[in-house]
């Protein structure tokens, strides 16, 4: 496609549900990030994938979180038993080449009550 | 531990005038130094580069700056206008090629 799509735009969950975020690259962009914004705070790094392989999970911020990567192509980040520090705007972004010119998506806002 | 650090989190200018925008970091492995601009319900997007060996690069109305024995960065626009309001992030690439954030300035333009 011509940019990053992710979807849902918006997800709101109850606390403890699992909930799957959406993320379709860049046709042939190689590179693919997850990153997460809280309210009033940075972009925080999640994961990291190259091609389906992911050398980079250190940001994932517990084992409730989850992504994969198929076919070079689309990711899926999955958060499991839902909490409220969740809350976020889940972000994606993908690249041609590990190089740092990031093509962000519109992100996914999810709300967890 | 804030690797990439904005220390402003907002910035009101008079349209016509110069923006200035800073950064701060502390990692002296990073390479690559990126800007960002995001406007609500929108992802960030690309804004302007600087290699770790130059010192300025300049793009239209937008010039980041670099000093790296100070570990600090700068975006200048000039002149600004109402349209350049939104949250700009600075960005530091690590040897990992992954970019380190930060917080974020909001910069409010005025006419």
């Known amino acids: 496609g011509a940019g990053v799509s992710q979807s849902p735009s918006n997800k709101v969950t109850e606390k403890g549900k699992d909930v799957e975020l959406r993320c379709d690259p860049i046709?042939?962009?190689?590179?693919l990030y997850w990153y997460r914004q809280r309210l009033g705070q940075g972009l925080e790094f999640l994961i990291y994938f190259q091609g389906n392989s992911a050398p980079d999970k250190s940001g994932l911020p517990s084992d409730r979180f989850s992504a994969e990567r198929t076919g070079e192509s689309v990711s899926t980040l999955t958060i499991q038993r839902t909490q409220q520090e969740d809350s976020a705007v889940y972000l994606c972004?993908?690249?041609?080449?590990?190089?740092?010119?990031?093509?962000f998506g519109s992100g996914t806002r999810l709300t967890v009550v | 531990d804030q690797q990439v650090k904005q220390n402003s989190p907002s910035l009101s200018v008079q349209e016509g005038r110069i923006s200035i925008l800073n950064c701060d970091y502390t990692?002296?492995?990073?390479?690559?130094f990126l800007w960002y601009k995001k406007y609500p319900a929108e992802g960030p997007t690309f804004l302007i580069s600087?290699?770790?060996?130059?010192d300025k690069n300049e793009d239209g109305r937008f010039t980041v700056f670099l000093n790296k024995s100070a570990k600090h960065l700068s975006l200048h626009i000039v002149p600004s206008q109402p349209g350049d309001s939104a949250v700009y992030f600075c960005a530091a690439r690590d040897n990992t090629d992954k970019l380190i954030f930060g917080t974020g300035t909001r910069l409010q333009v005025f006419p």
């Open positions: 600087i290699s770790s060996i130059k």
């Open positions: 046709s042939g962009h190689t590179a």
């Open positions: 972004a993908s690249s041609l080449v590990a190089t740092g010119g990031y093509t």
């Open positions: 990692n002296s492995m990073f390479d690559y």
